[in-house]
Nanobody, 122 residues
Framework: EVQLVESGGGLVQAGGSLRLSCAAF????????IGWFRQAPGKEREGVAC????????YYADSVKGRFTISSDNAKNTVYLRMNSLKPEDTAVYYC???????????????WGQGTQVTVSS
């Protein structure tokens, strides 16, 4: 069974940091790109960062560039999202997802995790 399991969300003050983890089960991690998306109440799901598991290329949304870092440990089938200098506008449910190629379009992603809540207080 294919599964993506996120962890690491929580409540943090503005300026703080969190590290999210996305563990993948049931598929060959190296063949996929992994993306982190987020969705705040009343807003559309947006791409935050993505990584190609084959060559490690990374891509970031302008809103998080310089603050967030995506990385992968292929041996552990896990992708991480390190989030620094968090802002209240980063508050959202964060999802990881797997696709055959890098994309910002959530419809390109085949598998999704259940999401983890990140709340940044001012």
């Amino acid at each position: 069974e294919v599964q993506l399991v996120e962890s690491g969300g929580g409540l943090v003050q503005a300026g703080g940091s969190l590290r999210l983890s996305c563990a993948a089960f049931g598929f060959t991690f190296d063949d996929y790109a992994i993306g982190w998306f987020r969705q705040a109440p009343g807003k559309e799901r947006e791409g935050v960062a993505c990584i190609s598991s084959s060559d490690g290329s990374t891509y970031y949304a302008d809103s998080v560039k310089g603050r967030f870092t995506i990385s992968s440990d292929n041996a552990k089938n896990t992708v991480y999202l390190r989030m620094n200098s968090l802002k209240p506008e980063d508050t959202a449910v964060y999802y990881c997802a797997a696709a055959r190629w890098i994309s910002w379009d959530p419809y390109e992603y085949d598998y999704w995790g259940q999401g983890t809540q990140v709340t940044v207080s001012s």
